[in-house]
Every structure is written in C-alpha cells, then in structure tokens.
C-alpha cells in the first residue's frame, strides 16, 4: 500500500478552478447598490456631452432615480425623464416604465 497518496491533502489539486470574487454584470441592466434595478433599450452614450440617453428603462420599480446607478462601466445620475408609467399586467415589460430618460455620466464606476 502507498502511505504518500493516503496521506494527500485534496485541496493541493492543481485543476481546481477558483470561482470570480464578483458576479458579471448584464449590458442592458442599470444596478444600485449591487442590485439590478432595471433593463434599458436603445442606449445613446455620448461621451463628449458626459450623457447617456435610454430609448425606455423598463422594470424600474427599485430605481431610485436621485440615487447614483451603474450602467455598464459608467456611474450615471438620471437627470431627466421625459414620460413614467405603469405599464398593464398583461404587458411584456412589468413595472415602472421610464421614457426619454437622459443621464449624466459621473464617471466610470470600481471594477
């Protein structure tokens, strides 16, 4: 019998992957706090203006909009919406519904 593999430590195996320290992020979601707070369409980012304009933010119920958010690599404020609505039951986008959203870009948030 063979004492060496008997006594061989498991977590010494090489071929183990390590699991990222931070979960990916999606790029039509907008994030507050590390939560996902709501999906975007037609993003216009406009970086000589410092603004990102979104067609629709849909799923916005969470979205504290005088709160700084996430979107992508940016950090935004949401500066002006231009129309707000619950949208029916029935509806493929549930929740608040955010049009002609225009946001100031703050920055680029931490990775």
């Not at 430590?9 to 790029?27: G, I, K, Y």
């Not at 940016?74 to 129309?83: S, W």
């Amino acid at each position: 019998m063979d004492v060496s593999a008997k006594n061989a430590d498991p977590s010494q195996n090489a071929a183990t992957p390590q699991a990222p320290l931070t979960a990916q992020r999606e790029n039509d979601a907008i994030y507050q706090n590390g939560r996902l707070v709501g999906r975007v369409l037609e993003p216009e980012i406009d970086g000589g203006a410092k603004e990102i304009r979104f067609g629709e933010i849909y799923n916005s119920d969470n979205l504290l909009l005088p709160d700084e958010c996430d979107f992508q690599r940016y950090r935004i404020v949401v500066r002006k919406v231009a129309f707000a609505s619950k949208v029916e039951k029935d509806s493929l986008h549930k929740g608040r519904i955010l049009r002609g959203v225009m946001a100031e870009i703050l920055g680029f948030r931490e990775q």
